[in-house]
Every structure is written in C-alpha cells, then in structure tokens.
C-alpha cells in the first residue's frame, strides 16, 4: 500500500513489469466543478481524475513546489529564471489543467508561479498532494517530496509523466 511508504524507502520496479494500473479518480469536494462560488474563482477548474498532464505538474510540484500558506494563493512552483522555456511550459500546463494563468514574481535567483485559487489548496490537499513544512524552500524543499497514491495506482504513462516533472524539477 502506498500509505506504508516512509521516507528514504526506494522502489525498485523490474522493467516492463508495471501493470497497466488506471486513471484514478480525485477528490474535488463539488467545490468547483459543481458548485463553485464564480465571485471568488471564476475561472478555475479542478480535473477529476489523475492525467499524464496532471501527474507531470504533480512531479514538478513535488519537486520545486508547495501549497501556500497566504489566502487566496493557491500553489507555486519555483523555477530558475534562467529556465524561460521551462516557466513558460509550466505555465502553459498549470492553465490548462486549472484554467488560471499563474502570476510572476522575480526573486534573485528564482521566478515563483503563483496558481492562484484557495479552492486549489484545498483540492491539494483533499487529495493528499500537499508536504510537510520542513521550514525551507526551494531544492531543499524536495527533501519533503513523495509519490502520490493516485500516481502509483496509474498507469504506465501517469508514472513516466511524473517522474519527468520530478526530474525536471531537480
């Protein structure tokens, strides 16, 4: 069971002996897709079940990324901001699976994305997606990473998807 997962344990899968697993459904509460308040977040938009598109943007979330703590923000990845390609391919992903274009903010080093909606904390961590505060930020907060559940129940692509946003990230 992935819940038995505890931090520094490794899995070690033999090539080609990954089932084929499936596209788990995912917890939105009804918060947007069927009952959302448009004053708030109108455009946002929460997928109902785990997609490559999804898994790639969790692995990179898990690598270079953490749910906000401020109102309204929703969930930010850092990028390095000489990685331009890569803040605009984020930023072109994280909209179509949210359906909000995320906000800039320059640091010395760093671009933060900011994803905003608070109904997308909340579907962050409805899900089980969100980390451990380990009092840090950025590659350090990578030590706080995992593999989703809904990740390893899928399938082939969903596990490749995330492993490429992770190793992107890193």
Known sequence: EAGDFEAGDRIMLQR????????????????????????????????????????????????NGHVSDEINVGVECVVDSDATELHSYLSDLGERL??????????????????????LSQYFEDNGWTKADTGHSGNAAAAAAFIPEQVLKGDKQIVKAFLRGVFEAT
């Not at 596209?23 to 009952?35: C, F």
């Not at 906000?103 to 760093?110: F, G, L, M, N, R």
């Open 16 to 63: 080609d002996s990954f089932d084929d697993g499936s596209r788990v459904p995912l917890k939105t509460s009804g918060r947007v897709n069927e009952t959302q308040d448009t004053t708030e977040d109108p455009d946002l938009a929460l997928p109902d079940k785990m997609t490559s598109e999804l898994a790639e943007f969790l692995g990179y979330f898990m690598g």
């Open 98 to 119: 949210f359906g909000v274009t995320p906000t800039t903010e320059s640091q010395a080093v760093d671009q933060v994305l900011s994803f905003r909606g608070s109904q």
